[in-house]
């Protein structure tokens, strides 16, 4: 059921419920101050993060509790700890139905995704990646001299699998981010099979990072993990990560899984003790409750569809979203209206070239959350235009 | 109980206890529902081996450190975002200890990190780096990793870093790396020493970049010692590596950080923040504040490691001058056989250290009961019967 926008006015509480006040009374307000101008700290009172697509709920119950009990062991190397480094890929091993062999830690994915431009690209081997995209590919090449094709995505916000696969000759890695951010949308199984195939074939020296960061998110059922395509071949590798719908932005764990000699290479690459214990004493927890990922997933559907369905009423048009986010045509720089929500106490996501004069990338919070944003979204893109009085006009499904 | 804490091994049935004396304030102050789980006693753990093998500090972090994190945390919140705004936090804070600006300081996901970073930014296949053959191995490490070239320097007859024949080889050097004190011999470079090396690597070498891992600086005993931080904040071709996970008790948090000129710094912090988990901000935040904590760890350490070496010293093993939260004893034995054996009775001690495997072992300082036990394993072992004092 559509929540009519004189709910959102509702909604908006004098006192929204903001970070916890010791954090705010600790950090949030010298944080405030010390950046000035017009955008508020992220962490202040009240101000609305829907920038940097974080779980708003944070870890569940299980990982915050496992999490207390490791705090016995914060003096030892996480070798050292209970549950160990070891205990935590076994985790995701099993979670993953693969073997710890397959799996490599990350300081969050951003450690691995600069590992694999290190081992697979060079000045003679280039980068190819999609535009936009998630950056920290290229960026690590630009900072390496490597250099970069970027394929830009198609009118729906697709990744370009076939312009994708026809600049991979000669190149040393290629970037695909399933589900894509900050497009959102999302490629089926046997699409990536095809691509990945494809190149295999066509240029077989040519790794290929997948990323699935999003892959909890996902509801699309011709989607699938790739992670039988890493298992598959030598030089394919998924990458995951526990920011997202595990709710660990703050513990920094991503994991790349493929064969054991692609997994060697990362942890010879990989920082020393990479790993914080208490996040691996979390993320050992948080992998053992499925069912909290599935509730997480039935949330975030949820809300997607709801702010999904309010940028629609508003006219604008919004891709098929598979992750925690949205990429909305807002038809107006995303810089202006990032600047414009700020001042209002929300954050959204950063621009992104070459889509940035029209688009925007806003996350998903709480459908609460999302009402509050929705009362300042409307003001900001309706400018001189009335906010109706109820929307209640037939909702279209998200496309 | 804060003057008791620097007694007390952080067992499991210490941690109830603190732990009920924290939440209780924290249950009133906030009602966290997550509060409620720090009520919860941990479950049985099996006992493990006596950790000495990774110089770690038995304690861990302090009572007030574990409260910030609890606190920060408190309602799970923060573990969800990204910690951007806490690392400027903690950047601030240890900026404020050592009364530099916030531009004198990088941090890393343990000053390991920040050494990579250090070979990463100013060597390459023309512009060596230089350390020591028996010194921390993360720098020689990882210049094997991105093809630049390691000049090994052995050690002079004590067992110091040769720190003349260190600057003779800075020539045309990228990156000169002195662990001062020095990982795994223990020893100690005094301040007028360090002064004169990185006056001559100056000379001898402009362009290279002195970079000093002082991560057991909070261990040392010996007044000769002076920390080069100061000179490190004016001087843009020195840079001080420290971290968190020795003497403040953190080395399950990932926190190191680095003191140096704003531009040097500026282009050490080339990965960015990324890599630095919120836990381990806030807790690193809350213990560059604690110097007391600092200073009764370091007591503890030095009376349990007197202990140790006056215990190997009477059963006829010598060890260097130990300015460290270890030591490094000539066993008169392979390192390999002394290890296993004592695998065997329930010690971990450490890895093989070429070229001194033959007859060298590091042993890492636990609490002073601990190494009571961990000297009747190693009398069985080395076959003597030394009496503890």
């Known amino acids: 059921m559509p929540v009519s926008r004189r709910s959102f006015l509702h909604a908006l509480s004098p006192a929204p419920a903001g970070p916890s006040s010791a954090f705010v009374a600790a950090r949030g307000r010298e944080a405030h101050a010390a950046e000035g101008a017009s955008a508020p700290a992220r962490r202040s009172a009240g101000v609305l993060l829907l920038d940097s697509n974080e779980n708003p709920l944070g870890p569940g119950r299980a990982a915050m509790e496992a999490l207390t009990r490791a705090f016995v062991d914060a003096g030892r190397y996480p070798t050292n700890a209970r549950p160990s480094t070891a205990d935590l890929r076994e985790a995701i091993a099993h979670r993953v139905s693969v073997r710890p062999e397959n799996v490599a830690l990350g300081a969050g994915s951003w450690?691995?995704?600069?590992?694999?431009?290190?081992?697979?690209?060079?000045?003679?081997?280039?980068?190819?990646?999609?535009?936009?995209?998630?950056?920290?590919?290229?960026?690590?090449?630009?900072?390496?001299?490597?250099?970069?094709?970027?394929?830009?995505?198609?009118?729906?916000?697709?990744?370009?699998?076939?312009?994708?696969?026809?600049?991979?000759?000669?190149?040393?890695?290629?970037?695909?981010?399933?589900?894509?951010?900050?497009?959102?949308?999302?490629?089926?199984?046997?699409?990536?099979?095809?691509?990945?195939?494809?190149v295999r074939k066509e240029s077989p020296d040519t790794a290929i990072l997948i990323d699935e960061a999003y892959h909890d998110y996902v509801t699309d059922p011709g989607y699938a993990t790739a992670v039988p395509l890493a298992l598959e071949h030598p030089n394919v590798v998924v990458t995951r990560t526990l920011s997202k719908a595990y709710g660990m932005a703050g513990m920094r764990i991503g994991y790349a899984v493929g064969q054991p000699r692609a997994i060697e290479n990362f942890n010879r690459w990989g920082i020393t003790f990479n790993q914080n214990s208490l996040a691996v004493a979390a993320a050992v927890a948080s992998l053992g409750d499925p069912a909290h990922i599935d509730a997480e997933r039935a949330r975030n559907t949820e809300a997607r569809a709801f702010t999904?369905?309010?940028?629609?009423?508003?006219?604008?048009?919004?891709?098929?979203?598979?992750?925690?986010?949205?990429?909305?045509?807002?038809?107006?720089?995303?810089?202006?209206?990032?600047?414009?929500?700020?001042r209002r106490g929300i954050l959204v996501g950063r621009a992104f070239p070459p889509l940035d004069k029209s688009h925007a990338r806003v996350s998903i919070g709480t459908v609460d959350e999302m009402q509050r944003a929705g009362v300042v979204i409307a003001e900001v893109l309706g400018a001189g235009r009335p906010v109706p009085a109820a929307a209640s006009s037939p909702s279209r499904p998200p496309r | 109980m804060p003057r008791k804490e620097a007694d007390m091994s952080?067992?499991?049935?210490?941690?109830?206890?603190?732990?009920?004396?924290?939440?209780?304030?924290?249950?009133?102050?906030?009602?966290?529902?997550?509060?409620?789980?720090?009520?919860?006693?941990?479950?049985?753990r099996a006992p493990r081996p006596l950790l000495l093998h990774n110089n770690e500090n038995p304690l861990g972090p302090g009572e007030a450190v574990l409260e910030a994190v609890r606190s920060a945390l408190g309602q799970g919140g923060p573990a969800g975002r990204y910690p951007w705004d806490d690392v400027t936090q903690l950047h601030q804070a240890i900026a404020d200890r050592f009364g530099v600006s916030p531009e004198n300081v990088v941090t890393g996901c343990g000053s390991t990190q920040i050494l990579r970073e250090a070979v990463q930014i100013f060597t390459?296949?023309?512009?060596?780096?230089?350390?020591?053959?028996?010194?921390?191995?993360?720098?020689?490490?990882?210049?094997?990793?991105?093809?630049?070239?390691?000049?090994?320097?052995?050690?002079?007859?004590?067992?110091?870093?040769?720190?003349?024949?260190?600057?003779?080889?800075?020539?045309?050097?990228?990156?000169?790396?002195?662990?001062?004190?020095?990982?795994?011999?223990?020893?100690?470079?005094?301040?007028?020493?360090?002064?004169?090396?990185?006056?001559?690597?100056?000379?001898?070498?402009?362009?290279?970049?002195?970079?000093?891992?002082?991560a057991y600086h909070d261990y040392v005993t010996d007044p000769s010692h002076r920390t080069q931080i100061p000179r490190a904040?004016?001087?843009?071709?020195?840079?001080?590596?420290?971290?968190?996970?020795?003497?403040?008790?953190?080395?399950?948090?990932?926190?190191?950080?680095?003191?140096?000129?704003?531009?040097?710094?500026?282009r050490l912090a080339w990965e960015g923040p990324n890599a630095l988990n919120v836990a381990g901000i806030v807790a690193a935040t809350a213990s560059i504040k604690d110097e007391a904590r600092l200073r009764r760890e370091s007591a503890r350490n030095m009376e349990a490691r007197k202990f140790t070496l006056d215990w190997f010293s009477r059963a006829g093993f010598g060890g260097t001058d130990s300015q460290t939260n270890f030591i490094f004893v000539d066993i008169k034995r392979p390192a390999k056989g002394f290890r296993d054996a004592c695998r065997e009775q329930g010690v971990l001690v450490s890895r093989d250290f070429p070229p001194l495997e033959k007859s060298y072992m590091r042993i890492s300082i636990g609490t002073l009961d601990e190494m009571k036990r961990a000297v009747d394993v190693f009398g069985n072992v080395l076959g003597v019967k030394a009496k503890a004092a």
């Open chain 2, 124 to 214: 390459s296949p023309v512009k060596p780096l230089v350390a020591g053959q028996l010194t921390y191995e993360e720098c020689a490490g990882y210049a094997d990793l991105v093809g630049t070239p390691v000049r090994a320097i052995p050690l002079d007859r004590s067992l110091k870093l040769d720190l003349e024949a260190m600057a003779d080889a800075a020539r045309g050097a990228g990156v000169a790396f002195v662990n001062n004190p020095n990982n795994p011999t223990a020893t100690l470079l005094s301040g007028d020493a360090m002064d004169a090396f990185i006056e001559r690597v100056h000379t001898a070498a402009p362009d290279a970049v002195v970079l000093i891992d002082e």
């Open chain 1, 308 to 342: 999904t369905r309010f940028f629609q009423d508003l006219g604008c048009r919004v891709m098929d979203s598979q992750a925690n986010f949205l990429f909305v045509e807002t038809g107006r720089p995303a810089r202006e209206f990032k600047e414009a929500c700020a």
């Open chain 2, 10 to 44: 952080f067992t499991r049935r210490a941690f109830v206890k603190t732990v009920g004396v924290g939440s209780a304030a924290f249950m009133a102050a906030r009602r966290s529902a997550w509060a409620e789980l720090l009520q919860a006693p941990a479950p049985a």
């Open chain 2, 233 to 266: 904040v004016k001087d843009p071709r020195l840079v001080v590596a420290r971290t968190f996970s020795k003497a403040h008790g953190m080395a399950g948090m990932r926190v190191g950080y680095a003191i140096g000129h704003p531009d040097t710094i500026k």
């Open chain 1, 111 to 198: 450690e691995l995704l600069r590992s694999a431009v290190r081992l697979h690209a060079s000045s003679a081997r280039h980068l190819v990646t999609a535009a936009p995209t998630f950056e920290q590919p290229e960026k690590m090449a630009e900072q390496l001299g490597i250099g970069v094709r970027r394929v830009p995505v198609d009118k729906d916000g697709r990744i370009d699998l076939e312009a994708m696969a026809q600049a991979a000759r000669w190149a040393g890695l290629i970037f695909f981010c399933n589900p894509n951010n900050p497009t959102s949308t999302v490629h089926p199984a046997r699409a990536v099979t095809e691509f990945v195939t494809r």
